[in-house]
């Protein structure tokens, strides 16, 4: 019902309230069906970011159907991994098939993808794979030397459109250090790190809440909202749980 709704113009968001039976994959299932967006709202500070602050966001839709290829410079990088996304994923013919269904964005919205990156100079050897047999593999000669670490494909449609539109651009190799991206970046890693902790993935590696609070209370920057300052607080909480069970 709702996917032939939204046909109409008609788009669907989900607000989940209470505690104690949040299904989280249900609401996520039927926003996607409705081209909108989901959220949980377990206290007032919540209620007022989501229903005050970002109501534009959550009522106005800017762009549907919006996907996001990005090709790594085989002659700068040697592996990769997406952080996270584990349900979005799209198969790569996908993103020029204008009738999948894809994510949406509201005014205001912003969507952050982090990758995981091993140089091509790094100590490190991929997991052995058998070469093709009909194909060729491997980076093209002049990749090393093209001053280029990826490439960036987004497409979207218009609210009320049936048609993708294209953009592209490209990222130069400038060899950053941690301390040099911005501070929507650095805190945007130290949420992943978290979620990685939380989850027990097995690419936390040497990750720590010590760690994640250094990269969060670094990273503050305005904070208008405050909403950086609770995140940093939910941190310290989940430490302390963390080492209560430990030490029973």
Do not use: W
Not at 26 to 50: F, H, P, S, T, W
């Amino acid at each position: 019902m709702i996917e032939s709704e939204r046909a109409s113009g008609i788009f669907l968001s989900i607000l989940g309230f209470g505690t104690g039976n949040l299904k989280d994959g249900r609401m996520e299932q039927l926003a996607d069906k409705g081209n909108g967006n989901y959220n949980y709202i377990d206290n007032i500070r919540e209620a007022r970011k989501v229903l005050v602050n970002q109501m534009g966001g959550t009522l106005v839709t800017i762009a549907k159907d919006v996907k996001v290829q990005v090709e790594f410079n085989p002659g700068r990088v040697k592996a990769y991994r997406l952080v996270g996304y584990e349900n979005r994923l799209l198969a790569k013919e996908d993103f020029n098939l204008d009738r999948k269904d894809a994510g949406e964005l509201g005014l205001g919205h912003s969507v952050t993808a982090l990758y995981e990156v091993v140089l091509a100079d790094a100590a490190f050897t991929p997991a052995d794979v058998d070469p093709l047999k009909y194909q060729r593999q491997g980076p093209r000669p002049e990749a090393r030397e093209i001053a280029e670490l990826l490439t960036v494909k987004c497409r979207y449609k218009e609210p009320a459109g049936d048609q993708s539109r294209l953009l592209t651009r490209t990222l130069p190799d400038a060899g950053c250090r941690l301390a040099d991206p911005s501070v929507n970046l650095r805190f945007a890693a130290a949420v992943a790190e978290y979620g990685m902790l939380l989850s027990g993935s097995e690419f936390s590696a040497d990750g720590s809440y010590d760690q994640v609070l250094t990269l969060a209370l670094g990273a503050l920057g305005d904070d208008a909202g405050g909403y950086r300052r609770e995140f940093v607080e939910q941190v310290r909480v989940a430490q302390a749980l963390s080492r209560s069970v430990a030490e029973r």
